[in-house]
């Protein structure tokens, strides 16, 4: 699935097919992988949170796992859109996990350091 998001890739859901362009078999054009499935969530989210959609809102942070008090319910705005993306998205654990996964063994570093700084710029 993390190959298909990015590029030009398509989902058409009506055929159940991925396309490699964005017509869709009924003509109508599609929208990319990643906007389909990541962005356009979110952005669906975000807005009901910042427009008091509160019906909307239990029910996509109930699908998508994050418990809610009744007290951050309470909340309205940006205050509520804070919340949610916090409880959803740590990002403490993101870039965590972004340094584990990205960035290489301090012996590695030292040995691309010093091969740059033999070699130059």
């Not at 989210?45 to 319910?73: F, H, P, R, W």
């Not at 916090?86 to 590695?108: F, R, T, Y």
Request: glycine residues 4%.
């Amino acid at each position: 699935m993390m190959e298909k998001l990015w590029g030009d890739n398509f989902f058409d859901t009506k055929a159940k097919k991925w396309k490699n362009h964005n017509e869709a078999d009924d003509k109508s054009i599609l929208k990319r992988c990643f906007v389909q499935f990541i962005m356009a969530p979110v952005i669906q989210l975000c807005k009901a949170t910042m427009n008091g959609q509160m019906d909307k809102v239990k029910t996509m942070t109930t699908s998508l796992g994050i418990t809610m008090k009744n007290d951050e319910l309470a909340l309205q705005g940006k205050h509520l859109m804070k919340n949610v993306f916090q409880k959803w998205i740590n990002a403490a654990e993101a870039l965590l996990e972004m340094i584990i996964l990205k960035l290489p063994s301090p012996v590695k570093a030292q040995a691309y350091r010093c091969a740059y700084l033999y070699e130059g710029p």
